[in-house]
């Protein structure tokens, strides 16, 4: 992955004396649902600190880019980084990125219910057996989080008992939702998109061995309407603050 660098737009916008009137405009910033909480959790202090109005517009991995293929603007997009090869290709992203979070897949139950065992994967196999009925994203809804639990599902031979019982949602949001309403007795998505949600309890990131390898990354938009701003707020992602927003929201950040 090319590293994207603060040097360039920064350093052009202090050139031409324009640093801080340049941020002080309105900034768009594009993300999969996955990194939604950190992002806005940064943006509020980015707005804070720089008077900066940062729109964050939100949406499952395959909505980022139909949205951008579709011609909406974006002056920073964060996607999974087999998406953002596709943005690039179509010219929509700048070709420089940076690796940002890696999302881990999480269970949950309603709160105030019996934690069940997700310590070993054939734990995590009867915990799915056995649940009455278990929340995921429909993988027809564009996210990874769906198609990568109904691969887990085909890996551990259970695809039809499971559907028999599913509860299907179009985000991770959506099925924290479920499962915190009693929809659903055990929700499986990002744990990122669980832990929002007060009225369910994360029972924890699910084994490493059948744990997700997907990286969100980062471009500026190749129509970026406020380059210098967008480039400041990735350094402020990247950076203690954005960091601490990163592991509280169930990601794991990637050093570079």
Known sequence: MKKCTLVTAVAVAAGLGMSAPALAQHLKVMTGAGMTASVRQVAAAFQKQTGTKVVVV???????????????????????SAAMETLVREKLVAPERTDIAKVMA?????????????????AV?????????VAYVDPAAGGIAGPYFLGLLRQMGITDQVNAKAVLRKTGGDVAAAVAVGEAEIGVTLASELLPNPGVMLVGALPSDIQMDT?????????????????KFLAELRGPGGQIAIRESGLVFVAQ
């Open 58 to 80: 939100s949406d499952t991995t395959g909505g980022v880019q139909k949205r951008l293929e579709g011609g909406e603007k974006a002056d920073l997009v964060l996607a999974t």
């Open 106 to 122: 999480g269970l949950a139950v309603k709160k105030g219910a019996v934690e069940p065992d997700i310590s070993t994967t054939p």
């Open 125 to 133: 196999r009867q915990t799915l057996l056995t649940a009455k009925s």
């Open 215 to 231: 990286v969100y990354t980062a471009a500026l938009g190749s129509s970026a309407a406020n380059p210098a701003a967008a480039e």
